[in-house]
């Protein structure tokens, strides 16, 4: 689709809510360059979301939808889990079917766009929590890295079932006590970023949400080298507050100190040499088109 | 023949949805009232009837003709505006499909999920779904049936409705022009408009231009 | 209306389904009624596998594993002595008036069998199929190809003309059964090195098993349906 | 309950397509389902119940097939990859296990394409989340479903017990008794499935081995005509492709928060899905002529059954003939939506119902029982299972029995 697409009809148009035509207006449908600096003025994004106050969940699916190259040819696929309680709020077509098989609906559905519009590139973008990603689901999100499904897995690492009230996860520490580890938890925290790696992914990125400009980054390159490559897998740090005992402001500190060094969650990304070979070439046009913009904006109009 | 009517609620705390009663959808050149299966033709009229002799009649266009995905729709959309204008008819919007948050407007907007909420804030007695994919309309006539007094009629470009008082089928542009000219023609016949004076709202995205007065 | 029930016991790779498909599609050529069904567990080499044809002058519905048949097909001594066998014994269900035939040099029976199969008035015939498969065809995978004749040749159920028209069916164009079936069809198939040859070999198998079947029934007071 | 839609001898609206007439890139002409059963030339062929499944697909214009392998649909799942490998589908590969490849086959569902997937046995019940999403989902897939057993012990032999869990699935569910019936069921059953007003998943059931394995005689047609391809438009929910309004759209909302909604959305929700499949009675009676087929139904002696059972009663109705007993027969083709009205019509007259079944819970008596008047007229049996073939003769004893005729075997 193009982002023209998305217009309301003229002769009805009076009558539509003010939030629609902002989204209409105001959207970066179709803007190469957007990107997290967008999340005050877009409301294609989030307008509201129906988290906990202060969730750090809900700032990273704003850096995600605004960090989107292509939001107007996305279809974001969800699992059960707090997640699910925002996706009624994206401006972008979104599936929630069933807990666990994010990634087989995803692997049908990236085929068959592809199949259907040969000539556009429609991205997929799974996004589930670290229960339906490693747990319940783990053998679907592996088994669509083994065919080299392409597109990307976003997994919201919140080392817990927050949605259910805090119980035991594999992306859980050791050790930590939670209901259904009563004695705290008794082996370690599942390695899903080297399992990824190994599993096939092209592009893996392991990070906290505490620095914007960092997910957008992953986020584009996760989407790109997906749409050109294969499978990529980025795994987020959203602490969820309410289960590990913490304030609505404390997210980002909990974040800040996961990611400092020696911590679980400082950035990691390991990129295959095709992977990078691509990231470089997209570098490089990106830098020719902005200068060549600049260029133009210099000349005189008329000229 | 069928011996479940449809007809305006309130009914039930949970009607059954009418084709689990057996209705059944009109045949193409033909459209259902209350359940029987009648010529169009005839529907026009009766729908006309309907909408003039409401008070609040008023006219739902769904997502299908609200977002310009094609060039018919917008076509469409103008037809309804025609229609509103002609009658006159309120316009409330169906602009998506979600729950919404953190509650809906129930002034200026109808939801699949709620639909009940607008019918009892505007008191709306006679109203027409149009460009509303039908899984949600289906949802929302039967709601209404529910429990408000509300005289349901849809416009569908597919199959048509058992869930609403009265269904078109197949409706494209020109039966939208049609139903338009039904309302014309009943009025050139002598016959009155009941419903009671009001102000069609209008929104810019800073909010209201023109408000809702009754 | 008539009809003929044919019960093919034998082991998994003998080629038991094909046989009975074989029959089937041989009836439908000479104008009859006929449906095929094989019978098995997990895939497995040497393990029971049955199968069954039922052929009539009208349309048959019936279906599934063949409890009381007419003629009983044993393709391998091993369903007897080892009981690999749905059955036991693998006579069990024969019609009055009957036929078994045996893929065997010796007669595997043991005097109660033969008093029971008697008094039904069952005929038994011990047919070294293997030793004419390996013959005629050269190679011991004909052997469902001698048996397949054998039964025509006493029941002249179907015709030699309508038996080489299936064959011609089977294997004449691309074929794939399962994957198992594949292979075995591609090693039949190199050992012919060409498709003609492997025709034409299963042909004559069928074709002298037939006549020394035709003639041990001349010899014989049968009373055997027919269609 | 339902009153009876007398619709015979109409056409199914199938076809408004703008494709109708144009050719596929095999060369194959789109071709209303109307005209490809009723107009063309149809051929006879000897072939395997997992072959027919082949030739319907061949024709059927599918967008994505996913297999996973289960005896006894592994042969028919593979001959679907031959397909491909021609080019006549789009997408084909094999899933990880029947749960993901259900789950394959609603993403390229949701995705707009056409989508036919085959499972069997403990595959069907490993699947089951996966159906009562779809049929909320409104996605219109079809599974054909090669009924085995799927209790421990282990049996691949055929049973029809899976069936039973299927019934609530809010898919329709129609039951083959042949090879024939198979080809006409899986062509003419993506056009009902996929009708605006209709559009759940179909589930076409088969006996396993019954039907997949016996080689019969099928009348297919030309290979040259195909179905119309699906049209993701023409549906009563979003289809997720960002092509279509509205933008900010889930399927399915999550219609859980009591502060969003009230509750009787997910109860209209789930009204919808049964209105949906009542619905498809209207096309399913024009194409298949009736949910049920009658033979003799004014007798006093009725077998009510579906599937290998009516072929097998067909065989024992026939040897109590020539006994001089006369018995009815009532095929029941679809079980979702389940022929009520028809039914109790069909049995008026009988004072003796029998219903044979390929499983130990009878549960296609139950639904007979929960239909008719008089229902202590229904004798639950015979049953067999577990891979258990049902010989007529068996048949044949349990009637007499019954209704106290002497027999060889009642009378030791």
């Keep these: 689709m193009s982002k023209e697409k998305i217009q309301i009809c003229e002769d009805l148009a009076d009558i539509m809510p003010p939030e629609y035509h902002k989204l209409v207006e105001s959207a970066t449908f179709g803007n190469q360059d957007r990107g997290w600096k967008d999340i005050g003025s877009s409301t294609e994004l989030i307008e509201q979301h129906s988290l906990c106050a202060g969730c750090p969940e809900s700032i990273a699916f704003r850096y995600i939808l605004a960090s989107l190259p292509a ?233 | 023949m069928s011996h479940y009517e449809v007809k305006a609620g309130p009914e039930a705390f949970l009607p059954p949805a009418a084709a689990t009663m057996g209705n059944i959808l009109p045949d193409p050149g033909e459209a259902h009232i209350g359940g029987k299966i009648v010529p169009e033709e005839e529907a026009y009229e009766h729908a006309a009837r309907k909408i003039l002799g409401a008070k609040v009649p008023t006219i739902f266009p769904g997502p299908l003709v609200l977002w310009k995905w094609n060039d018919h729709v917008a076509a469409k959309a103008k037809a309804i505006r025609e229609l509103a204008n002609e009658v006159p008819m309120r316009l409330i919007p169906m602009a998506d499909y979600r729950p919404k948050y953190p509650k809906i407007d129930a002034a200026v907007e109808i939801n699949p999920n709620h639909p009940n909420l607008t019918i009892w804030h505007n008191k709306i007695d006679v109203c027409i779904f149009i460009g509303v994919h039908c899984h949600q309309a289906n949802l929302a006539l039967k709601m209404i049936r529910a429990s408000t007094n509300c005289y349901t009629m849809a416009m569908c470009a597919m199959a048509g409705h058992e869930d609403a008082c009265l269904s078109f089928r197949d409706a494209d542009l020109e039966k939208i022009q049609r139903l338009t000219a039904a309302v014309k023609k009943l009025k050139a016949e002598g016959v009155e408009v009941q419903a009671n004076s009001f102000t069609q709202f209008q929104m810019d995205r800073s909010g209201f231009v023109v408000e809702p007065v009754n | 209306m008539s009809r003929m029930n044919i019960r093919i016991s034998g082991l998994g790779g003998q080629g038991a389904v094909t046989a009975a498909h074989l029959l089937a599609m041989a009836a439908n050529k000479d104008g009859k009624f006929s449906i095929s069904n094989p019978f098995f567990g997990a895939e497995k080499r040497m393990a029971p596998a049955e199968s069954y044809a039922r052929i009539g002058s009208e349309r048959i519905y019936d279906r599934g594993e063949l409890v009381y048949p007419d003629v009983i097909m044993i393709f391998h001594p091993q369903v007897i002595t080892m009981q690999k066998s749905y059955t036991a014994p693998f006579y069990d269900g024969i019609k009055e008036n009957g036929l078994v035939i045996i893929n065997t040099t010796d007669d595997l029976l043991t005097d109660e069998d033969h008093k029971r199969l008697e008094d039904l008035n069952v005929a038994v015939l011990n047919h070294d199929a293997t030793k004419l498969a390996l013959e005629i065809g050269k190679t011991e995978l004909s052997t469902n190809m001698a048996m397949i004749g054998a039964c025509a040749g006493i029941t002249k159920i179907v015709s030699l003309k309508a038996l080489d028209g299936a064959i011609k069916d089977r294997f004449g164009k691309k074929y794939v059964a399962s994957g198992g079936t594949a292979t075995l069809d591609e090693a039949i198939k190199k050992k012919y090195a060409k498709k003609e040859m492997l025709l034409k070999a299963n042909m004559d198998t069928i074709t002298k098993s037939y006549e020394i079947a035709t003639e041990w029934a001349e010899k014989q007071d049968l009373n055997l349906v027919t269609v | 309950m339902n009153k009876q839609v007398d619709l015979k001898g109409k056409r199914v609206i199938a076809s ?397």
């Design chain 4, 16 to 412: 408004k397509h703008v494709k109708l007439g144009q050719k596929n890139r095999k060369g194959q002409t789109y071709t209303d389902v109307n005209d490809i059963f009723y107009k063309a030339e149809q051929t006879p062929n000897f072939l395997t119940g997992s072959e027919v499944i082949k030739e319907a697909i061949r024709r059927a214009s599918v967008g994505t097939s996913v297999a996973y392998p289960i005896t006894p649909q592994s042969e028919a799942a593979a001959l679907i990859g031959e397909l491909y490998a021609e080019d006549y589908l789009d997408e084909y590969f094999r899933g990880e296990s029947e749960f993901a490849v259900m789950g394959q086959c609603a993403g390229a569902s949701f995705g707009g394409h056409r989508v036919f997937t085959t499972t069997a046995g403990p595959g069907t019940l490993r699947a089951m989340e996966n159906f009562p999403m779809w049929a909320g989902s409104r996605l219109p897939i079809q599974v054909c479903v090669t009924c085995r057993g799927i209790n421990s012990p282990l049996s691949i032999q055929p049973d029809t017990l899976e069936m039973h869990y299927l019934l609530e699935t809010g898919m329709l569910v129609w039951h083959a008794e042949t090879a024939q019936d198979l080809y006409d069921y899986i062509l003419k059953g993506f056009i009902v499935a996929e009708q605006p007003d209709v559009h759940v998943p179909i589930a076409v059931c088969c006996d396993g081995f019954f039907v997949t394995h016996t080689k019969d005689t099928v009348d297919l047609s030309p290979e040259e005509l195909c179905l119309t391809p699906y049209n993701p438009y023409e549906s009563p929910v979003t289809c997720m492709d960002m092509e279509i309004a509205p933008y900010r759209m889930m399927r399915d909302p999550f219609v859980m928060k009591s502060n969003y909604i009230n509750y009787s959305t997910h109860a209209s929700w789930q009204q919808e899905i049964k209105a949906a499949v009542e619905r498809s009675r209207k096309h399913t009676i024009a194409l298949l002529d009736g949910l049920i087929d009658e033979h003799n139904s004014d007798r006093e002696i009725l077998i009510v059954t579906s599937g290998t059972a009516v072929s097998q009663s067909r065989e024992a109705i026939r040897l109590l003939e020539e006994e001089g007993i006369k018995v009815g027969l009532v095929k029941i083709k679809t079980v979702r939506p389940f022929p009520y009205e028809e039914i109790k019509r069909a049995t008026k007259h009988a004072k003796h119902i029998f219903v044979p079944e390929f499983n130990v819970a009878g549960w296609m008596a139950r639904e007979i029982k929960s239909t008719i008047p008089d229902n202590e007229r229904v004798y639950c049996g015979p049953h067999v299972a577990g891979g258990m073939t049902m010989p007529s003769e068996v048949i044949v004893e349990e009637i007499k029995t019954h209704l106290g005729i002497k027999t060889a075997q009642n009378s030791r």
């Design chain 1, 71 to 303: 939001p107007e040819d996305t279809v974001f696929v969800g699992s059960t889990g707090c997640t699910s309680l925002v996706f009624p709020h994206v401006a972008v077509h979104n599936i929630h079917s069933l807990f666990g098989n994010q990634n087989a609906i995803a692997s049908g559905l990236k085929r068959t766009l592809k199949s259907r519009f040969p000539d556009v590139e429609k991205d997929v973008v799974v996004l589930a929590g670290d229960g339906a990603t490693v747990d319940i689901g783990l053998d679907m999100t592996m088994q669509s890295w083994f065919r080299q499904e392409k597109f990307t897995t976003i997994c919201f690492d919140n080392e817990l079932y927050a949605n259910t009230g805090g119980q035991e996860s594999g992306l859980m520490q050791k050790g930590f006590v939670a209901k259904m580890a009563p004695k705290g938890k008794n082996f370690e925290k599942v390695r899903l970023p080297e399992i990824a790696r190994e599993a096939g992914c092209a592009y893996v990125a392991l990070l906290t949400v505490s620095k914007p400009n960092r997910v957008e980054q992953v986020i584009k390159n996760a989407v790109l080298i997906a749409r050109e490559v294969g499978p990529t897998f980025v795994q987020l740090y959203t602490p969820c507050i309410l289960e590990i005992g913490k304030q609505s402001m404390e997210g980002l500190d909990e974040m800040k100190d996961s990611e400092s060094i020696g911590g679980r969650f400082v950035q990691k990304e390991y990129i295959s040499d095709e992977a990078q070979k691509l990231l470089d070439s997209i570098k490089i046009e990106t830098k020719e088109r902005k200068k060549a913009a600049k260029e133009a904006a210099k000349k005189p109009v008329n000229a």
